[in-house]
């Protein structure tokens, strides 16, 4: 059965997850680094609801969801990039991803 996690605010380093797991991180952008074909990178996308009359709502401002789905056995290394609208900071954090055959 894949996984779904959510990495907020605390990125790992390294991470160990399965195949068909699906990382949701709360960033702006990232770059592949290695392990091309072990992970498919999404995104960045910008959040939006849907109105009660099938509508799409986009706010204004910079995307912040990337999406990284674990394809198979291996290691991606990745950097993500982070921005603070309120501070104008920015920064950036790499992670290495460990991917398992699921069980």
Do not use: H, Q, W
């Not at 959510?6 to 709360?26: H, K, M, Q, R």
């Amino acid at each position: 059965m894949a996984r779904l996690f959510n990495l907020n605010s605390t990125i790992p380093t390294e991470l160990l997850i399965e195949v068909d797991d699906l990382l949701v991180v709360a960033a702006i952008g990232c770059i592949l680094k290695s392990g091309t074909g072990n992970v498919e990178i999404l995104g960045p996308y910008l959040p939006g609801v849907i109105d009660e009359n099938g509508n799409a709502i986009m706010p204004m401002g910079n995307p912040n969801t990337v999406l990284i789905l674990a394809r198979r056995p291996g290691t991606a290394t990745i950097v993500l990039f982070f921005s603070d609208l309120l501070s104008g900071t920015s920064k950036s954090s790499t992670i290495r991803i460990n991917i398992i055959a699921g069980y």
